[in-house]
Protein backbone atom coordinates (compact mmCIF):
# COMPACT_ATOMS: atom_id res chain seq x y z
CA UNK A 1 0.00 0.00 0.00
CA UNK A 2 1.26 3.25 -1.19
CA UNK A 3 0.55 6.34 2.10
CA UNK A 4 -1.39 9.34 0.81
CA UNK A 5 -2.55 12.19 3.09
CA UNK A 6 -4.54 14.78 1.30
CA UNK A 7 -4.57 18.22 3.73
CA UNK A 8 -6.81 20.57 2.20
CA UNK A 9 -7.76 24.19 3.39
CA UNK A 10 -11.08 25.59 2.74
CA UNK A 11 -10.99 29.30 3.15
CA UNK A 12 -14.46 30.30 2.62
CA UNK A 13 -17.05 32.94 4.06
CA UNK A 14 -16.24 33.11 7.63
CA UNK A 15 -19.07 31.25 9.95
CA UNK A 16 -20.64 29.55 6.83
CA UNK A 17 -22.67 27.04 7.26
CA UNK A 18 -21.61 23.48 6.06
CA UNK A 19 -24.97 21.05 5.42
CA UNK A 20 -24.14 17.35 5.20
CA UNK A 21 -26.79 15.77 2.70
CA UNK A 22 -27.74 12.39 2.41
CA UNK A 23 -27.53 10.08 -1.10
CA UNK A 24 -30.75 10.26 -3.54
CA UNK A 25 -31.62 8.11 -5.42
CA UNK A 26 -28.28 5.45 -5.54
CA UNK A 27 -29.54 2.24 -6.17
CA UNK A 28 -26.49 0.29 -4.97
CA UNK A 29 -25.82 -2.88 -2.78
CA UNK A 30 -22.38 -2.35 -0.98
CA UNK A 31 -21.39 0.83 0.84
CA UNK A 32 -18.28 0.81 -2.17
CA UNK A 33 -20.83 0.34 -4.38
CA UNK A 34 -22.63 3.56 -2.70
CA UNK A 35 -18.65 5.47 -1.61
CA UNK A 36 -18.04 5.31 -5.84
CA UNK A 37 -21.23 6.49 -7.49
CA UNK A 38 -21.40 9.27 -4.35
CA UNK A 39 -17.30 10.29 -5.91
CA UNK A 40 -19.09 10.66 -9.59
CA UNK A 41 -21.69 12.99 -8.07
CA UNK A 42 -19.90 15.45 -7.07
CA UNK A 43 -20.08 17.95 -4.48
CA UNK A 44 -22.90 20.69 -4.38
CA UNK A 45 -22.55 24.40 -3.86
CA UNK A 46 -25.38 26.50 -2.04
CA UNK A 47 -26.15 30.22 -1.74
CA UNK A 48 -27.21 33.55 -1.90
CA UNK A 49 -26.86 36.60 -3.47
CA UNK A 50 -27.86 39.86 -1.76
CA UNK A 51 -27.40 43.66 -1.59
CA UNK A 52 -24.63 44.43 1.03
CA UNK A 53 -26.32 47.55 2.10
CA UNK A 54 -29.97 46.76 2.30
CA UNK A 55 -29.47 43.15 2.48
CA UNK A 56 -32.49 42.86 -0.46
CA UNK A 57 -32.15 39.37 -2.67
CA UNK A 58 -30.64 39.95 -6.11
CA UNK A 59 -32.36 38.45 -8.22
CA UNK A 60 -31.03 37.14 -12.37
CA UNK A 61 -27.20 37.36 -10.44
CA UNK A 62 -25.05 35.21 -12.38
CA UNK A 63 -23.24 32.45 -10.15
CA UNK A 64 -20.05 30.91 -12.32
CA UNK A 65 -17.02 28.45 -11.11
CA UNK A 66 -14.42 29.90 -12.98
CA UNK A 67 -12.56 28.21 -15.53
CA UNK A 68 -15.63 25.51 -15.95
CA UNK A 69 -17.73 26.98 -17.95
CA UNK A 70 -20.22 25.92 -14.78
CA UNK A 71 -23.05 28.74 -14.50
CA UNK A 72 -26.49 29.26 -12.84
CA UNK A 73 -28.61 32.39 -12.35
CA UNK A 74 -30.21 33.31 -9.17
CA UNK A 75 -34.03 32.96 -8.61
CA UNK A 76 -36.37 35.82 -7.06
CA UNK A 77 -35.04 35.24 -3.11
CA UNK A 78 -31.46 35.47 -4.34
CA UNK A 79 -30.57 31.65 -3.68
CA UNK A 80 -28.97 29.86 -6.32
CA UNK A 81 -27.97 25.93 -6.30
CA UNK A 82 -24.68 24.17 -7.97
CA UNK A 83 -24.02 20.38 -8.15
CA UNK A 84 -22.26 18.01 -9.65
CA UNK A 85 -19.32 20.15 -8.40
CA UNK A 86 -15.73 18.21 -9.03
CA UNK A 87 -14.13 17.79 -5.57
CA UNK A 88 -11.16 20.69 -4.92
CA UNK A 89 -10.46 23.98 -4.92
CA UNK A 90 -12.80 26.08 -7.19
CA UNK A 91 -13.11 30.05 -7.39
CA UNK A 92 -16.83 31.00 -8.17
CA UNK A 93 -17.99 34.68 -9.09
CA UNK A 94 -20.96 36.32 -8.74
CA UNK A 95 -22.17 39.07 -11.12
CA UNK A 96 -25.35 41.25 -11.80
CA UNK A 97 -25.75 44.36 -13.89
CA UNK A 98 -25.00 47.32 -11.67
CA UNK A 99 -23.15 45.73 -9.47
CA UNK A 100 -19.29 45.33 -8.55
CA UNK A 101 -18.70 41.28 -9.06
CA UNK A 102 -17.53 39.66 -6.31
CA UNK A 103 -15.07 36.26 -6.24
CA UNK A 104 -14.57 33.71 -3.39
CA UNK A 105 -11.04 32.03 -3.78
CA UNK A 106 -9.56 28.89 -2.59
CA UNK A 107 -13.43 27.56 -1.93
CA UNK A 108 -13.05 23.72 -1.19
CA UNK A 109 -15.88 21.30 -2.38
CA UNK A 110 -15.61 18.10 -0.97
CA UNK A 111 -17.63 15.00 -2.68
CA UNK A 112 -21.28 13.84 -1.86
CA UNK A 113 -20.99 17.02 0.45
CA UNK A 114 -22.47 20.91 0.72
CA UNK A 115 -20.90 24.20 1.07
CA UNK A 116 -22.44 27.40 1.54
CA UNK A 117 -21.43 30.14 -0.90
CA UNK A 118 -22.55 34.07 0.51
CA UNK A 119 -22.90 37.12 -1.59
CA UNK A 120 -22.89 40.71 -0.45
CA UNK A 121 -22.35 42.52 -3.85
CA UNK A 122 -22.18 46.79 -3.88
CA UNK A 123 -23.68 48.93 -6.57
CA UNK A 124 -21.18 49.79 -9.39
CA UNK A 125 -19.78 53.48 -8.62
CA UNK A 126 -19.88 53.97 -4.93
CA UNK A 127 -16.59 54.05 -3.07
CA UNK A 128 -16.20 51.21 -0.87
CA UNK A 129 -16.42 52.06 3.09
CA UNK A 130 -13.46 50.59 4.77
CA UNK A 131 -15.49 48.77 7.46
CA UNK A 132 -16.74 46.31 3.85
CA UNK A 133 -13.37 45.39 2.93
CA UNK A 134 -12.32 42.15 3.71
CA UNK A 135 -10.11 39.26 3.12
CA UNK A 136 -9.54 35.65 4.35
CA UNK A 137 -5.89 34.29 6.49
CA UNK A 138 -3.70 32.53 3.89
CA UNK A 139 -1.49 29.98 5.08
CA UNK A 140 1.80 30.92 4.66
CA UNK A 141 3.74 27.46 5.77
CA UNK A 142 1.95 23.99 6.60
CA UNK A 143 3.33 20.91 7.73
CA UNK A 144 1.61 17.22 6.41
CA UNK A 145 0.63 14.94 9.01
CA UNK A 146 2.23 11.26 8.92
CA UNK A 147 -0.08 8.12 8.28
CA UNK A 148 -0.33 6.50 11.62
CA UNK A 149 1.29 2.86 11.26
CA UNK A 150 -1.53 1.23 13.73
CA UNK A 151 -4.59 3.01 10.54
CA UNK A 152 -2.57 1.93 7.83
CA UNK A 153 -2.02 -1.55 8.71
CA UNK A 154 -5.64 -1.91 9.53
CA UNK A 155 -6.73 0.09 6.69
CA UNK A 156 -8.13 2.75 8.01
CA UNK A 157 -9.39 5.92 6.29
CA UNK A 158 -10.93 9.17 6.64
CA UNK A 159 -11.35 13.12 6.64
CA UNK A 160 -11.37 14.78 10.07
CA UNK A 161 -12.90 18.57 9.89
CA UNK A 162 -11.49 21.16 11.90
CA UNK A 163 -12.52 24.57 12.56
CA UNK A 164 -9.19 26.54 13.61
CA UNK A 165 -9.13 30.20 15.14
CA UNK A 166 -6.37 32.20 13.78
CA UNK A 167 -5.18 35.44 15.53
CA UNK A 168 -4.26 38.94 14.47
CA UNK A 169 -0.83 38.07 13.78
CA UNK A 170 -1.42 34.11 12.14
CA UNK A 171 -0.91 32.55 15.06
CA UNK A 172 -3.54 29.16 15.90
CA UNK A 173 -5.48 29.97 19.02
CA UNK A 174 -7.74 27.17 19.28
CA UNK A 175 -8.45 24.07 17.05
CA UNK A 176 -10.71 21.50 17.56
CA UNK A 177 -12.18 18.56 15.50
CA UNK A 178 -16.02 19.39 14.93
CA UNK A 179 -16.68 16.53 12.55
CA UNK A 180 -15.12 13.07 11.10
CA UNK A 181 -16.17 10.52 8.28
CA UNK A 182 -13.97 7.17 8.60
CA UNK A 183 -14.58 3.76 6.79
CA UNK A 184 -12.23 0.56 6.95
CA UNK A 185 -12.35 -2.58 5.24
CA UNK A 186 -12.86 -1.69 2.07
CA UNK A 187 -15.47 0.69 2.83
CA UNK A 188 -17.44 -2.50 4.87
CA UNK A 189 -16.82 -0.70 8.06
CA UNK A 190 -18.07 3.50 8.46
CA UNK A 191 -18.15 6.04 11.08
CA UNK A 192 -18.95 4.25 14.56
CA UNK A 193 -18.20 0.69 13.47
CA UNK A 194 -15.28 1.73 12.44
CA UNK A 195 -14.59 3.12 15.82
CA UNK A 196 -16.20 0.55 17.95
CA UNK A 197 -13.89 -1.95 15.83
CA UNK A 198 -10.73 0.22 14.95
CA UNK A 199 -10.65 3.11 18.55
CA UNK A 200 -6.88 3.14 18.81
CA UNK A 201 -6.45 3.78 14.85
CA UNK A 202 -9.47 6.16 14.28
CA UNK A 203 -8.22 8.19 17.35
CA UNK A 204 -4.39 7.79 16.09
CA UNK A 205 -5.92 9.87 13.19
CA UNK A 206 -7.30 12.19 14.74
CA UNK A 207 -4.55 12.80 16.97
CA UNK A 208 -1.94 13.11 14.17
CA UNK A 209 -4.24 15.72 12.34
CA UNK A 210 -4.44 17.86 14.73
CA UNK A 211 -0.39 18.00 15.79
CA UNK A 212 0.12 19.04 12.48
CA UNK A 213 -2.16 21.39 12.15
CA UNK A 214 -0.95 23.35 15.44
CA UNK A 215 2.57 23.53 13.13
CA UNK A 216 0.69 25.62 10.33
CA UNK A 217 1.42 29.82 10.04
CA UNK A 218 -0.83 32.31 8.40
CA UNK A 219 -0.81 35.58 7.28
CA UNK A 220 -4.13 37.01 9.19
CA UNK A 221 -6.93 38.29 8.31
CA UNK A 222 -7.97 42.10 7.50
CA UNK A 223 -10.73 44.08 7.64
CA UNK A 224 -10.70 47.67 6.90
CA UNK A 225 -6.93 47.81 6.69
CA UNK A 226 -6.11 46.16 10.16
CA UNK A 227 -5.84 42.29 11.00
CA UNK A 228 -8.54 40.72 12.75
CA UNK A 229 -8.69 37.48 14.78
CA UNK A 230 -10.54 34.86 12.35
CA UNK A 231 -11.47 31.16 11.68
CA UNK A 232 -11.41 28.92 9.18
CA UNK A 233 -11.85 25.12 8.42
CA UNK A 234 -9.07 22.61 7.88
CA UNK A 235 -10.21 19.09 6.64
CA UNK A 236 -7.52 16.93 6.64
CA UNK A 237 -7.93 13.76 4.51
CA UNK A 238 -6.44 10.51 5.09
CA UNK A 239 -6.60 7.59 2.34
CA UNK A 240 -4.35 4.35 1.21
CA UNK A 241 -3.83 3.93 -2.40
CA UNK A 242 -3.22 0.40 -3.81
CA UNK A 243 0.03 0.72 -5.20
CA UNK A 244 2.15 -1.25 -7.95
CA UNK A 245 3.97 -4.47 -6.51
CA UNK A 246 7.89 -4.73 -6.99
Not at 79 to 97: D, H, L, P, Y
Not at 109 to 123: H, N, W
Request: charged share 25%.
Amino acid sequence: MKNQILIILALGVLSAAFAQPGINSIAANTPAEVAEQKQRAGGTILGTVIDIDDRSPLEKATVEILGTGIKVITAKDGQFKITGVSEGFIQIRATVTGYDQQTQNNLYVDSGKSVTAFFMLKKSGLSETSESEHTMPVPIATKSPVYPEEARKNGVEGIFYFRVDISETGAIIKANCFERSVFAEHGKLKDHEVFDKYRQATNQLEKEALESIWQWKFKPAYKGGKAINSTVTLPVKFKLTEGKKD
